[in-house]
C-alpha cells in the first residue's frame, strides 16, 4: 500500500526517499491513537487503521479496501446524534471538515471528523469520546450544582429563572422564594461544621419534597436557599408554599442522636410586577427576606418598593460610618456602677455614641450591629479603647472603666495589642480597665477566644461576662473561664418586681457569682422600687437610670470627685422591706 505515488521520470534517490517516507507514515497511521479511514470519490473505503474497527467494533469483513460507506454504517451499532444528522452535507472541493456523533448502543459516544478532497475522495478520523463526554458533563453538573446537598446551585438558579423568564413566565406565575434559615450558625457554633452540614442535606431534603416537580430548588450558599415556584397564580401560591416551607423546617431535625430546631424566614418577589430579569428579581426577594429577618423568626414578606430605601439609607449610614473614625464623631458616655453597701462609685462603663453630621446622635443599637457586619467595629472599638483609658485616667481616685468588645473584633480584630496600647499611652493601671463581653464571644471560637481572655487576664485586666440571661445562659462558659463580673441583663430588672421568677432568677445567679467569686451587677435599675427588689435578691452593684444615665466625661468627672446624690443616699437608707408574697 503506498501513500505517495511516485510521479513518472523519478530519480532513483528520489524513489528511495519516497519509500522511506511512506513507510514512515504508514507506521504513524497504524499506531495513530484514532481510528483513520480514507474513501474514494464512490465513497468505498481505500484505507483503514487497526484503531477505526476497533472503536467501531467492526467485523474484518467490512475493514477490507472496496467496502462502501454504506455497507459500513449498516454494520455499526449505534445511532447519529440528532444535531449531527441534521448538518448540510460536506460538498466535494470545500476543503471543510465536518464533526459527527454517534451514540452507540453499548452507551460509547464516538466522533468523527470527516474532510472531503477535491476529487471527491474523504478522510475520516474517529474517535472514542465517552470519557471526554462523561467528563464534561461531570463538569458541567459540578458547575450548576452544590456538592454537599446536590442541588442545584446559584448559578443554576439564575440560569433556571432567566429561561422561566424567555419562555414567557413573566405573566403574573412565576414566584422567588429567597430563604435563610434561621439559628443555623448557632447549631453549626456548638455542634461543629459537620452537624451543619449534616442539617443544610436534610434541609434540601424536606424542600425538595415540599415542592411540585415543576418547581425548582437551589442552595445559593451557606444556609442560603432559593424556590423558583412555576405556573400557580400569584401571590396566593407563594405565600401557601412559604408558610407550608416554614412549618417543614420548623419540625426538629435529628442530626446524629442530636435534636435540633431551626425555622426559616422567607422573602418572596413576584414577576414581572417586581422586576424582569433574574437580577433583578433576586435582589428583590433578597430584600423582602433581609426585611422578613428583622421582623422576626419564621415570617415570609413580599418585596415592597420601600425596602429599596430602607436599603439605601442603610448602605449611606455604612458609607458615614466608614469615615466616622476619621472625622471623630464619636464620643464617649459614661455610665457609674454603683456599689450599694458602700454607696461608692466604683467604676463607669463606657457607652459609644455617634454624632452623625445630619442624622443627629444615633444609638449604638442601630449602628453597633452594621459595625459588627461590615468589620468596621475594629477600627471603632480600637478608638473607644483608647478614648476610655485616655479620659478615665485623668479623673480623680482610681474608678475602674469598663469597655464593651464584640465578637467580632476577638474574631477579626488585634485586642491584645489594641489593649496594651490604650492602656500604655494613657498610662492607665490594667486592674483599672475591665472589658465587657457577651456569651457571642464564648461561642464562637471558643478556644481562641478563652486564650485571649486568659492572655488579658494574665496582664491584670479584668473581664466581665455582659448581658447574663439572656442567650443560652450557659453555665459552662462561667466554668470555663473565672470572670471577675456577671451583669445581670437589664430584662430580668425591669420585671422583677412584678415576676417572681425575674426575682428568683436574679437571686440564683448572685449567688452562683458569689460562690465563684465573682462580682455580680445589676444592670438597668430605674425605680427606687427596682433598686429594693435588686437588694432584697442580695445583690451589692447596681447601675442604672436610678443613680444616672450615661453622661459625658466631664459631668461624670464630677460625681465621681463630688460622691453620690443625697437623695439617692436616702434610697439606700431605706430598710429594704419584707420580701412580699410571689404574685402568680
Ligand atoms: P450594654 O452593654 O448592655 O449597655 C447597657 C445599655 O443599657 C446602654 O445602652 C445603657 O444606656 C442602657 N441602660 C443603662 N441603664 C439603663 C436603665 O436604667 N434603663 C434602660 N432602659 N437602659 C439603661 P446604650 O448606650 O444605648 O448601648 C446599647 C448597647 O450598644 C450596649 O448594651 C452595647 O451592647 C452596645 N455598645 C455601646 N457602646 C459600645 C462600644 O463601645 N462597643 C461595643 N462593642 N458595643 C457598644
Ligand atoms: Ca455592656
Ligand atoms: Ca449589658
Known amino acids: 500500500m503506498q501513500l505517495t505515488h511516485p510521479a513518472a521520470g523519478s530519480s532513483a534517490g528520489e524513489l528511495e526517499r519516497l519509500r522511506a517516507e511512506n513507510a514512515a507514515l504508514l507506521m504513524a497511521f497504524e499506531q495513530l491513537p484514532h481510528g483513520l479511514s480514507t474513501f474514494d470519490g464512490a465513497d468505498r473505503l481505500v484505507l483503514a487503521n487497526p484503531k477505526f474497527a476497533e472503536i467501531w467494533e467492526l467485523p474484518e469483513h ?3 479496501p472496496g467496502t462502501t460507506f454504506a455497507e459500513i454504517m449498516a454494520a455499526t451499532k449505534g445511532r447519529e446524534a440528532e444535531w449531527s444528522r441534521s448538518q448540510p452535507p460536506l460538498e466535494a472541493g470545500i476543503g471543510g471538515v465536518r464533526r459527527r456523533e454517534w451514540a452507540m448502543d453499548d452507551g460509547r459516544t464516538i466522533e468523527t471528523h470527516v474532510a472531503r478532497l477535491a476529487d471527491g475522495a474523504a478522510v475520516a478520523l474517529h474517535e472514542d469520546v465517552t470519557e471526554k463526554r462523561q467528563a464534561e458533563a461531570r463538569i458541567n453538573f459540578l458547575a450548576r450544582h452544590d456538592e454537599l446537598t446536590g442541588l442545584p446551585n446559584r448559578h443554576a438558579a439564575r440560569e433556571g429563572l432567566e429561561r422561566l423568564l424567555d419562555g414567557g413566565a413573566a405573566t403574573g406565575d412565576l414566584a422567588v422564594l429567597y430563604l435563610d434559615l434561621d ?25 425538595t419534597r415540599c415542592v411540585r416537580g415543576t418547581d425548582l430548588v437551589a442552595r445559593l450558599g451557606g444556609d442560603e436557599f432559593v424556590l423558583l415556584q412555576v405556573g400557580a397564580a400569584q401571590p396566593n401560591s407563594s405565600t401557601v408554599l412559604a408558610r407550608r416551607v416554614i412549618a417543614i423546617l420548623s419540625q426538629p431535625f435529628d442530626l446524629d442522636g442530636h435534636h435540633v430546631h431551626i425555622g426559616t424566614s422567607v422573602g418572596i ?12 428579581l433576586m435582589k428583590c426577594a433578597d430584600l423582602a427576606l433581609y426585611r422578613a429577618k428583622g421582623d422576626g423568626r419564621g415570617v415570609l414578606r413580599y418585596f415592597e418598593p420601600s425596602m429599596n430605601v430602607a436599603i439605601e439609607t442603610r448602605r449611606a449610614l455604612e458609607a458615614d460610618l466608614r469615615e466616622a473614625v476619621e472625622r471623630g464623631e464619636f464620643e464617649l458616655r459614661y455610665q457609674p456602677q454603683v456599689d450599694v453597701i458602700t ?35 475594629v477600627p471603632i472599638g480600637r478608638w473607644v479603647l483608647e478614648q476610655a483609658c485616655r479620659e478615665v485616667a485623668g479623673w480623680p481616685g482610681t474608678v475602674r472603666v469598663a469597655v464593651n468588645l464584640s465578637v467580632t473584633q476577638f474574631i477579626q480584630g488585634s485586642i491584645l495589642s489594641d489593649v496594651e496600647i490604650a492602656l500604655d499611652s494613657a498610662g492607665l493601671d490594667p486592674g483599672r480597665l475591665e472589658i465587657e463581653i457577651t456569651e457571642s464571644v464564648m461561642m464562637r471560637d471558643h478556644a481562641r477566644s478563652l486564650a485571649l481572655l486568659q ?19 450557659s453555665l ?3 466554668r470555663s473561664f473565672s470572670f471577675d463580673r456577671i451583669k445581670i441583663d437589664r430584662s430580668f430588672v425591669r420585671d422583677i418586681e412584678v415576676s417572681p421568677n425575674a426575682q ?13 467569686g465573682m462580682s455580680v451587677t445589676v444592670e438597668g435599675v430605674e425605680t427606687a422600687g427596682q433598686l429594693d427588689a435588686v437588694r432584697r435578691a442580695g445583690c451589692a452593684e447596681i447601675q442604672g437610670y436610678l443613680f444616672s444615665t450615661p453622661r459625658p466625661a466631664a459631668e461624670i468627672a464630677a460625681i465621681v470627685a463630688g460622691g453620690i446624690d443625697p437623695y439617692l443616699l436616702t434610697l439606700f437608707e431605706r430598710p429594704i422591706a419584707e420580701s412580699r408574697a410571689p404574685i402568680e
Do not use: C, Q
Open 62 to 64: 467490512v475493514t477490507v
Open 183 to 207: 439559628r443555623f450558625k448557632a447549631v453549626n457554633d456548638t455542634l461543629g461544621h459537620s452537624a451543619g452540614d449534616l442539617l443544610l442535606r436534610h434541609v434540601a431534603d424536606r424542600l
Open 269 to 280: 418577589a413576584v414577576a414581572p410586577f417586581d422586576g424582569a430579569t433574574p437580577d433583578a
Open 343 to 377: 454607696r461608692k462609685v466604683t467604676g463607669v462603663e463606657a457607652l459609644v455614641r455617634w454624632h452623625h453630621p445630619v442624622r443627629g446622635i444615633i444609638s449604638p443599637a442601630e449602628f453597633i450591629p452594621l459595625a459588627e457586619e461590615t468589620g468596621l467595629i
Open 455 to 473: 492572655e488579658l487576664r494574665r496582664r491584670g485586666v479584668r473581664v466581665a461576662m455582659d448581658d447574663f440571661g439572656t442567650g443560652y445562659s
Open 476 to 478: 459552662s462558659y462561667l
Open 504 to 516: 428568683a432568677i436574679v437571686r440564683a445567679i448572685t449567688v452562683l457569682g458569689e460562690s465563684l
